[in-house]
């Protein structure tokens, strides 16, 4: 796809290969891996938006981390370095299908029932490597939670998975939020997850701009049907998103005014925090912004 093609349109979730045009030029959105920037990876993202942008880096609700002011000539400059941070997808399809938002202290808090980043690990190469998930509206969006001190299971997303004593839970979006359908084991968590999008688009048929809290009653019981087998009962407590700043055990949490940051003040989060002995950053969706090791930055964002 040609970088002219890809800023014609408006209205989608824009990425680094479908940047979109805004006032201050194009926003490119960069999406970590299983939710999980390296201090490197970091780094290099606030050079770059520092040489290539307008130096404003936006943390967004869906995990992602979002340049701006760029323009179009140095796209394949900018594409070049995110392949050398390993942040960039094969393709604009797979970059588009895989809106995986993972708990931000996931393998970092002790409280947390499991370490759910192998079963994010296992959804996001089922979501590059299953052709029929193409047809994934644009911001249908998965969620894994490990049950922790920083939850992000009251979040918004389509498919939720969600540790618990008895397994994984696995629910659904709905227009009252998140229904719980049942609990799996965590072998076969991410396999629930992916039959649950691709009876998705079954569900929909030709309607596959709808999101999933907009299936009419008999595709909701569609899907149901599809994934009943594989469930066993469970309770879910009701969660909530917490926003405490501060100490946070594994993590420190530190406010991003609206949810902005500035090229120079990644590069030093990044430093202070290689310099507190952490060895990884994560950012993390919601209304925060969140950076996360050995020691985590945390604060709200907007959009």
Same mark, same amino acid.
């Given at each position: +796809?040609?970088?002219?093609?890809?800023?014609? #349109?408006?209205?989608?979730?824009?990425?680094?290969?479908? &940047? +979109?045009?805004?006032?201050?030029?194009?926003?490119?959105?960069?999406?970590?891996?299983?939710?999980?920037?390296?201090?490197?990876q970091a780094r290099g993202?606030?050079?770059?938006?520092?040489?290539?942008?307008?130096?404003?880096?936006?943390?967004?609700?869906?995990?992602?981390?979002?340049?701006?002011?760029?323009?179009?000539?140095?796209?394949?400059?900018?594409?070049?370095?995110?392949?050398? %941070?390993?942040?960039?997808?094969?393709?604009?399809?797979?970059?588009?299908?895989?809106? /995986? +938002?993972?708990?931000?202290?996931?393998? $970092? =808090?002790?409280?947390?029932k499991r370490d759910v980043?192998?079963?994010?690990?296992?959804?996001?190469?089922?979501?590059?490597?299953?052709?029929?998930?193409?047809? %994934?509206?644009?911001?249908?969006?998965?969620?894994?939670?490990?049950?922790?001190?920083?939850?992000?299971?009251?979040?918004?997303?389509?498919?939720?998975l969600l540790a618990i004593?008895?397994?994984?839970?696995?629910? $659904? =979006?709905? &227009?009252?939020?998140?229904?719980? %359908?049942?609990?799996?084991?965590?072998?076969?968590?991410? @396999?629930?997850?992916? /039959?649950?999008?691709?009876?998705?688009?079954?569900?929909?048929?030709?309607? *596959?701009?709808?999101?999933?809290?907009?299936?009419?009653? =008999?595709?909701?019981?569609?899907?149901?049907?599809?994934? +009943?087998?594989? $469930?066993?009962?469970?309770?879910? @407590?009701?969660?909530? *998103?917490?926003? *405490?700043?501060?100490?946070?055990?594994?993590? #420190?949490?530190?406010?991003?005014?609206?949810?902005?940051?500035?090229?120079?003040?990644?590069?030093? %989060?990044?430093?202070?925090?290689?310099?507190?002995?952490?060895?990884?950053?994560?950012? #993390?969706?919601?209304?925060?912004?969140?950076?996360?090791?050995?020691?985590?930055?945390?604060?709200?964002?907007?959009?």
């Open positions: +796809m040609s970088a002219a093609a890809s800023i014609e #349109v408006k209205g989608w979730c824009p990425g680094a290969l479908r &940047p +979109m045009l805004s006032g201050d030029g194009l926003i490119v959105r960069i999406r970590p891996f299983c939710g999980a920037f390296s201090l490197e993202l606030a050079g770059l938006a520092r040489r290539l942008g307008n130096g404003h880096i936006d943390l967004t609700r869906r995990a992602n981390l979002q340049l701006r002011g760029l323009v179009e000539e140095r796209l394949p400059e900018l594409h070049a370095a995110l392949g050398e %941070l390993d942040l960039i997808d094969p393709d604009a399809g797979a970059e588009a299908t895989r809106n /995986l +938002m993972v708990a931000p202290l996931a393998g $970092l =808090d002790p409280v947390e980043r192998p079963i994010a690990r296992a959804i996001a190469e089922g979501l590059a490597t299953d052709e029929r998930l193409r047809a %994934l509206p644009a911001k249908f969006g998965l969620l894994v939670d490990g049950g922790g001190t920083v939850s992000i299971a009251a979040e918004r997303a389509d498919i939720a004593d008895a397994g994984i839970a696995l629910g $659904l =979006d709905t &227009p009252a939020g998140t229904q719980w %359908l049942g609990a799996v084991s965590p072998d076969a968590a991410a @396999a629930a997850a992916l /039959l649950a999008a691709r009876a998705f688009l079954e569900a929909a048929g030709p309607a *596959t701009r709808l999101r999933l809290r907009g299936l009419p009653a =008999d595709g909701i019981a569609q899907l149901v049907a599809t994934l +009943m087998p594989m $469930l066993r009962p469970c309770e879910v @407590a009701r969660s909530t *998103t917490g926003g *405490t700043l501060g100490a946070l055990g594994a993590a #420190v949490g530190v406010a991003a005014p609206f949810g902005r940051l500035e090229a120079e003040q990644l590069r030093r %989060l990044s430093s202070l925090a290689e310099e507190s002995g952490a060895h990884r950053a994560a950012l #993390v969706a919601l209304a925060y912004g969140l950076f996360r090791s050995a020691r985590c930055c945390r604060g709200p964002a907007g959009g």
